[in-house]
Structure formats: C-alpha cells, structure tokens
C-alpha cells in the first residue's frame, strides 16, 4: 500500500490508485481477523494507516496542484505514518512469542 500511494504521489497514474486500494482491501481483511485477538493493537494500527493515508492524499493534491514543495513536505509525513505501521507487527509478533512461550512453559512445566 505504502509503494501504491507513494507511486501515485509522483506519478499521478490511475493504475497505482487502484492497486493502492487493493492492497488497503487485504490489508482490511487481514486486520479483520487480527482484530478477533488484538483489538487494541489492530485500531492502532488502523489510526496510523489513516494519518499515512490522509497525508499521501494530501501529497497527491498538491503534487497535482503543481505545489511540489508542499507535496514533498506531506508524503516526509506520510512516511512517518507508514513506519510506525511497519513497526507495530513486529511488536504484535515479539508479544506473541512471549504469550506462546508461557503457555508452553505452562503445559510442559
């Protein structure tokens, strides 16, 4: 999602808007079923993606306003937004780790 919009904030093709839209589709679906056991997580997780979201927008608007300086400045915001997505799984994944390492400390002890 993050090269689909970044791609559309440059070029302004309509091809990268509907593969960005696609990908914000399965990532939906994935942070659906993430969502049946790590609410909290997921909508942090879905906040973070609406601010890179609104921010490559906004960049795509100015790109197409010829204002690239502006343009440049958001989709530096946008970035932001999208690391911290990046990020946050993994902390999903070391948390999960450590509930399954209990667990089978539990069971086997």
């Known amino acids: 999602m993050r090269y689909w919009l970044t791609d559309l ?3 302004l093709l309509t091809p990268s808007e509907r593969n960005a839209a696609a990908a914000r ?3 939906d679906g994935y942070l659906d079923q993430l969502a049946l056991r790590k609410s909290k997580l997921v909508a942090v997780i879905r906040a973070e993606r609406d601010e890179f979201e609104k921010s ?19 989709l530096a ?5 999208s690391i911290k997505v990046d ?8 948390e999960l780790r450590e509930e399954l390492t209990a667990e089978r400390n539990r069971i086997v002890g």
């Open 25 to 27: 589709g399965r990532m």
């Open 56 to 74: 490559a927008n906004d960049a795509v608007d100015k790109y197409t306003n010829d204002q690239r300086v502006m343009g440049n400045s958001l």
């Open 77 to 81: 915001q946008a970035r932001e937004h």
């Open 87 to 94: 990020e946050l799984p993994d902390s999903l994944i070391n």
């Open 9 to 11: 904030a440059v070029s």
